[in-house]
């Protein structure tokens, strides 16, 4: 069964600093990979994809994420953050094409941004 | 707006009681799932359903229940609440069959008391 383990629970920044919010999965086969967002009291919102190709993916608000196959990661960066990016992100994978479509989510990172 | 509706936002109800919450898929969009977001579990997967027909089912509890109806709108069956049972739910579109990622409605709050 697929999983996915996002090492940190809570981080804690200044704005311009730079971000990286791990996140490894557990499948052998062809897989698709998500970031989203969660702003307080929203939905979740689509940050990036991938699914195949360049393994640097670049999402919207300067997010980016780099796929290593090797490692089975899929870290989600951006080079310096502003408050508003105060939310909770989540990592997700579902099988490739032909697989099960259900996204399996990770627990969430909760990332505040102080001003 | 994602155009993913549900409703309703906030639901407060006593254990034992049972609760439809209700999902309207973005325009277009034949793949409805739902999930349920808690503390300590996270994001868990209940069930999806495909232009009608239950595709995949998660972790839901029997005492659950969902349909997709034929204007492809989605309820949740909820009953024999239990405190445990408070958390938020959301219901996620898809155009296909979501290998390409979900659009998420704003979720409906339940809470058991």
């Known amino acids: 069964a697929q999983s996915v383990s996002q090492h940190n629970h809570h981080v804690i920044l200044s704005e311009a600093a730079s971000l990286e919010l791990g996140c490894n999965y557990s499948?052998?086969?062809?897989?698709?990979l998500f970031w989203y967002v969660q702003y307080p009291g929203q939905h979740l919102q689509l940050l990036l994809k991938?699914?195949?190709?360049?393994?640097l993916v670049k999402g919207i608000k300067g997010f980016e994420a780099e796929f290593i196959k090797s490692k089975f990661s899929f870290n989600l960066r951006k080079p310096s953050v502003q408050w508003s990016d105060t939310a909770e992100y989540f990592c997700?994978?579902?099988?490739?094409?032909?697989?099960?479509?259900?996204?399996?989510f990770g627990k969430g990172t909760k990332l505040t941004v102080n001003p | 707006d994602s155009g993913v509706t549900q409703t309703p936002k906030h639901l407060i109800t006593a254990t034992g009681q049972r609760v439809t919450l209700r999902c309207s898929p973005r325009s277009g969009d034949l793949s409805v799932y739902w999930y349920q977001q808690s503390l300590d579990q996270g994001l868990q997967f209940l069930i999806q359903y495909y232009n009608g027909e239950e595709r995949a089912k998660g972790n839901i509890l029997e005492r659950f229940s969902a349909q997709q109806f034929p204007d492809l709108h989605s309820e949740l069956n909820l009953s024999s609440l239990e405190l445990g049972d408070s958390a938020l739910y959301f219901c996620?579109?898809?155009?296909?069959?979501?290998?390409?990622?979900?659009?998420f409605g704003s979720g409906t709050r339940l809470t058991v008391v």
């Open positions: 996620a579109s898809a155009r296909g069959q979501g290998v390409g990622g979900y659009t």
């Open positions: 991938y699914f195949s190709g360049d393994p």
């Open positions: 997700a994978v579902n099988a490739g094409q032909g697989g099960s479509e259900k996204l399996v």
């Open positions: 499948y052998g086969g062809t897989v698709n």
